[in-house]
Each structure stands twice: as structure tokens, then as C-alpha cells.
């Protein structure tokens, strides 16, 4: 087989994006290009990498093979150039990141003041839901990903480095945020609006929930922290969030965290990786900035 580096590249961006377009948009090629170069790559290999079903690319069984071994290629390749800039002592090099949503709350900050020690580093941030989030780690495509409740089925350097409570909140006008002191028992008649299945802040609710038996009668499962805030603001009914989402603060564009007992939930964000990951420079560099700064910002 005789397959070049930049042809590992360009199937790597095809399974990244799902299209021969897309894939040739990313690698600054013209389409008839990639096609040719994509035609070349499954003469080579001599099997069926891939087939195109409604212009939407998915990948056979060899194809996911050589995609997370042309991703591996890929990440040792920039963890060596890495290296020599390291030892040139420069700072150059490429970061990939990916988050759950709240984190777009208090991650632009901590990229942006990384970048400004380090201008000459291009930082990709990627925003998804959790299951977002975890189908990247699965495939290993970043160098580091952040989220509330990281999976225990896969083995990880785990490190937490600030909290993020989980509040319920109520529109401002409520009668709710009036009271001082508020029982889970005055909220059994309360219709709840909480965030999707399977994210962070639901999965802490529920499991607090499981523990003292309330059963939330549930109006809106929505998939965005906004999505919850404006149906709370229109007193649709009461909320749980991160109180990330609203910025840190105690109230927010017509609405207010309500004193429940039991509330804030304890719960907190985790940088992770997988433990056998050898980071680059540049994202060991990065872990250790958030924590400093986040350290910085608490003390």
C-alpha cells in the first residue's frame, strides 16, 4: 500500500465531517481534487472504505479503521512538532478542545487569556451536547475535553478543577422568588423544565431526586441552557441549571435562583483525557493554565 501523509489527512477530515466537500473545504482543496485523491486512497487499500448515501459519507468497517489509525498518525505527528518547538522554545502548535454546553460560559475566557501568553498557538474549541462530547473522547479527536460527569467506563486522567452547582430557578415575577426558604414539598404542584436526558446537569438532578423520591412532574426536557432560562422567564415553570448559565450570578434576564433545600446540588467540572494520552507541549501547557487561573480567580 502506498498511501501519502496528506492523503491520511484528508480521510481523517472526510470522517470528521462527513462529506468529500467538507473534507476538501478543511484541507484548502478543490473537490474534484479530493475525490480523486479519496478514489486513489481505496485503490490502494483494495476494499470499500466508504460509501455516499444522500451526499452524507459513511464510513465501512476498514474505513473507521483507517480513520482512527490516520488520527493516531496524525496526533503523534503534532506531538512531535510540538516537541521541536518546545526545545526551540517556542510555543507554537495546534490545541483541540472539546466541551459540554455550559462550559461556553467560562471557557472563551480561559482560552482567550491562554492565547494571549501564547498568540502563535491555534486553538480549535468544539461545543457539543454530552453525548457529543463522549462520542469524541471514544474516538479519541481532541486533546482534551471538559464536562460535569465524565463516563466511569473508560479509563481517564480525571482532573477536577472548579465547581459548578446546580440551582433551580424561578421567574422573577414568581411568587417562588419572594420566599426565603423553600421545601422540595411546596414544588410538588411546581411543573418542572429541565434539560435534556443524558447531560450533566439532568443527570445530577435525577439522581438527587432518585435519593429523596420526589418525583418532578416535568413539562419541557430541552436540549440549551438558554432554551430553559427564556422558558422559565415566561413562566412556563421552574428550572435546574448550572448556575454557570447564569454567568455566576444570582439573577438573569427575568429570572432568579430560588432558595430550594437541598440546592445548590454538589457537582463539578473535569478536564479529561484518556490516562494512556501522552499530551503535547501545548496541551499540557493548557492544563495547567485553567487550573492556575481558575486557582487564581478563587483565592
Excluded at 427564556?230 to 447564569?246: N, R, T, Y
Aim: charged share 20%; hydrophobic share 40%.
Amino acid at each position: 500500500m502506498n498511501i501519502t501523509f496528506r492523503q491520511l489527512r484528508l480521510f481523517q477530515a472526510l470522517a470528521d465531517h462527513g462529506s468529500v466537500s467538507a473534507a476538501a473545504k478543511a484541507l484548502h482543496v478543490t473537490q474534484p481534487t479530493a475525490s480523486m485523491q479519496l478514489k486513489e486512497i481505496t485503490n490502494s487499500i483494495g476494499l470499500p472504505l466508504y460509501e455516499v448515501i444522500g451526499k452524507k459519507v459513511y464510513l465501512t468497517d476498514m474505513g473507521q479503521q483507517l480513520a482512527a489509525k490516520a488520527r493516531d498518525i496524525s496526533q503523534t505527528w503534532e506531538s512531535f512538532e510540538q516537541a521541536v518547538h518546545a526545545s526551540k522554545g517556542l510555543t507554537q502548535g495546534r490545541l483541540k478542545i472539546a466541551v459540554v454546553s455550559t462550559a461556553k460560559y467560562f471557557m472563551p475566557r480561559l482560552i482567550g487569556s491562554f492565547c494571549k501568553r501564547h498568540p502563535a498557538i491555534d486553538v480549535s474549541l468544539e461545543i457539543l451536547n454530552r453525548d457529543g462530547v463522549l462520542e469524541r473522547l471514544e474516538h479519541n479527536r481532541d486533546d482534551l475535553y471538559i464536562m460535569s460527569m465524565p463516563p466511569d467506563d473508560i479509563h481517564l486522567n480525571d482532573e477536577i478543577f472548579m465547581p459548578n452547582p446546580i440551582v433551580v430557578i424561578a421567574a422573577s415575577t414568581s411568587a417562588l422568588a419572594k420566599k426565603k426558604q423553600i421545601d422540595m414539598s411546596d414544588l410538588i404542584k411546581q411543573r418542572f423544565i429541565l434539560r435534556e436526558k443524558g447531560s450533566g446537569t439532568r443527570m445530577v438532578a435525577d439522581k438527587f431526586f432518585s435519593k429523596i423520591k420526589f418525583h418532578p412532574d416535568v413539562r419541557l426536557e430541552l436540549g440549551s441552557n438558554e432554551a430553559v432560562k427564556e422558558a422559565v422567564a415566561g413562566g412556563l415553570g421552574i428550572g435546574v441549571i448550572s448556575q454557570h448559565a447564569l454567568h455566576g450570578h444570582l439573577k438573569e434576564n427575568g429570572t432568579c435562583v430560588i432558595p430550594v433545600q437541598g440546592f445548590p446540588l454538589k457537582s463539578a467540572w473535569h478536564l479529561v483525557h484518556y490516562a494512556a494520552k501522552n499530551l503535547s507541549p501545548v496541551a499540557t501547557e493548557f492544563k495547567q493554565h485553567v487550573i492556575t487561573e481558575i486557582k487564581n480567580t478563587s483565592s
